[in-house]
């Protein structure tokens, strides 16, 4: 069979049975959203959006007219016409590229699927495995450290110096709460970072944690301290909107695992911070979030609010999520630190699911350090999280970089080799080496199946005509409905190839250092499950901006990205405090106070203290 009749053999086939078994009643539809409706009383009648619960029912039956000509003229047979054109255009070399890399020989004998059934059913029970996950990381001291007199220095200390000033009773947790809300409030009207303020409850916490304390009770470096997270993670009585105007108005009475890890540690959650609509990019239903270095920029996303929120010293630290790239891109954009954990280190209860095998929450901080603090009281086994694990880190604080070898790429910040080769790392040039040449495309693949099996019913409801960005979600949802069951597991069985050639290529070095934002690292990095720590190591100015007025002091971000192996995110902590010790990228504090003659935008003055 020729290319040409073979690719048409393969988009009808694609299209044959889309419409033969995905659509009930073909004849009577107008338009693709009466189409997919039809499906309702089949598939997934019950289902709750988000991955939180489902309940398949019967099977579809066998439509009795799938030719085209039963769909309608119009705009329904348009969206269709759009769709197949996609597949064809996407889908189809996915397909063939992955069938070439791992379905070349019967008998499933080689390259298995990375999808792992769990048979545990009591998984509460479930003890660590290691007793050296009890060992907690041993923090920095900040003995020396006094209280600042200008509440703009308190906002931009770190972790530990926020921590010392509490536990010495320099500052209360209640001061320090109406510290981050004044400035939550302040520069939100610029950034649109935040979704909701949770006041009343970041009062209560911050009072009993300075009760606590009153009584000789210190729980650790995080008491008192305050924080936000991303609109994904659910805490009861407070919305949590995805970012999205289909669910604006949503309250889960749901206690997120690590909400719940951060308020036994002590923590105050003094705000829900944007997501981009749906986990998808800066854009959600009440704005779009912008750059505090540049506010003529957005952020990127979907960790929009944590990066912009940390980086204008609007909270101390943020938690935010990636499934692909929603941890890298906003910290590079907004310069914060950042930790993309492996996969599996922090449990996802309750928090808004894109894809099972991909999804991972992380740490904005103002530093490696701050970052490896809040990774070491928040990791470990969530018993409702079967891809969850207690992984036993080596203390990222006691690690001896003079031991390791690390690898450069060719688009790694040179300053950065510099910098550990003189701190004693051996530093050498390295390549990733790998056969597999659809990565992108198996990332999409997974996260797009995935994505489509969590808000199904929303896609089925017509909700993603209101969705704020038509070319996102909408159109990859509407693609990945035209991916054949057989495709996504060989795309799994690709990623398996992929994670064997990615392990081969550490077998000389401990990390290595490149961009963190090149996408096709970006994919790679997210399928195979590596740590990542995005490092700030300087800045550029900014060309034919309003900056160029009266000396604003804009400018654009340059990050790099350290990558570790599998569970050794303490290598890529290490290697990062090291750098951190003797640069000052990630202490910079943006100029969002410093407006331009053009800008229409307006910041409010601070309030005087209450």
């Known amino acids: 069979m020729g290319s040409k009749s073979s690719q048409f053999y393969v988009t009808s086939l694609i299209i044959g049975r889309f419409l033969e078994f995905q659509l009930e009643n073909l004849s009577s539809c107008c338009n693709w959203k009466t189409v997919i409706s039809h499906q309702k009383a089949h598939v997934a009648e019950g289902a709750t959006w988000g991955g939180a619960t489902w309940k398949g029912q019967s099977r579809p039956s066998r439509v009795s007219h799938p030719e085209w000509a039963a769909v309608d003229v119009g705009v329904g047979s348009v969206v269709m016409l759009e769709i197949a054109k996609g597949a064809k255009e996407f889908n189809i070399p996915i397909i063939r590229a992955n069938r070439e890399l791992v379905a070349s020989e019967n008998g499933g004998l080689h390259y298995p699927s990375v999808l792992v059934f769990n048979p545990q059913w009591d998984t509460k029970t479930e003890k660590s495995a290691k007793q050296t996950f009890a060992k907690r990381f041993k923090y920095p001291s900040s003995s020396t450290i006094k209280r600042p007199q200008d509440d703009e220095d308190i906002a931009f200390m770190t972790i530990p110096e926020l921590g010392y000033l509490i536990k010495t009773k320099q500052i209360t947790s209640v001061e320090l709460t109406k510290i981050f809300l004044r400035r939550l409030k302040r520069y939100n009207v610029v950034l649109e ?34 924080y936000g997270l991303k609109d994904i993670i659910s805490v009861p009585q407070y919305k949590t909107t995805w970012g999205s105007t289909t669910f604006k108005s949503q309250i889960l009475d749901i206690e997120a695992w690590v909400y719940k890890r951060l308020k036994s540690a002590g923590a105050v959650l003094v705000a829900k911070l944007v997501t981009g609509s749906l986990a998808y990019d800066d854009i959600w239903f009440g704005g779009r979030t ?43 954009r907004c310069g914060v630190t ?34 490896a603090i809040i990774l070491d009281s ?28 690390v690898g450069y790429l060719e688009d790694a910040e040179m300053e950065v080799v510099h910098v550990l080769e003189a701190k004693g790392v051996e530093m050498v040039p390295f390549e990733l080496n790998y056969t597999v040449d659809s990565v992108q495309g198996i990332l999409n693949f997974t996260m797009d199946v995935d994505m489509l099996a969590h808000f199904d019913q929303w896609q089925r409801s017509g909700y993603d005509n209101e969705y704020e960005a038509q070319d996102q979600w909408p159109t990859e949802l509407g693609r990945a409905r035209l991916i054949p069951a057989v495709d996504y597991v060989q795309a799994q069985r690709a990623r398996g190839r992929l994670i ?42 900014i060309s034919n901006s309003i900056s ?63």
């Open 193 to 226: 970072a935040v979704v909701t303020y949770t006041e009343e409850l970041a009062y209560k916490q911050a009072e009993e944690a300075d009760n606590l304390l009153s009584r000789g009770v210190y729980l650790g470096p995080l008491h008192g301290i305050p």
């Open 548 to 610: 160029s007025y009266n000396n604003i002091r804009r400018r654009t971000t340059v990050a790099t990205g350290i990558y570790a192996p599998p569970q050794k995110d303490h290598i890529a902590l290490a290697l990062a405090i090291a750098y951190q010790s003797v640069t000052n990228h990630h202490s910079q504090r943006p100029p969002i106070d410093d407006l331009g003659p053009h800008d229409k935008l307006h910041i409010p003055k601070s309030p005087s203290p209450p």
């Open 338 to 371: 950042a930790l993309r954990p492996t996969f599996g280190t922090i449990g996802r209860t309750g928090v808004m699911s894109i894809s099972e095998s991909l999804d991972k929450l992380g740490p904005f901080c103002r530093s490696a350090s701050d970052c």
């Open 290 to 332: 912008r750059n505090p270095w540049n506010i003529e920029e957005f952020s990127t996303g979907s960790s929009a609010g944590p990066a912009a929120s940390t980086s204008a010293g609007m909270v101390p630290f943020a938690i935010g999520s990636e499934t692909s790239g929603s941890i890298s891109f906003p910290a590079a």
């Open 378 to 405: 928040i990791r470990g086994k969530d018993p409702n999280d079967m891809s969850s694990r207690d992984i036993p880190f080596e203390d990222p604080f006691l690690v001896d970089i003079t031991k390791l070898r």
């Open 500 to 541: 064997r050639e990615v392990e081969q290529s550490f077998n000389n070095v401990d990390a290595f250092i490149g961009n963190a934002t090149d996408w096709e690292k970006v994919c790679m990095g997210n399928l195979v499950g590596l740590p990542l720590i995005v490092v700030p190591t300087g800045f550029k100015n």
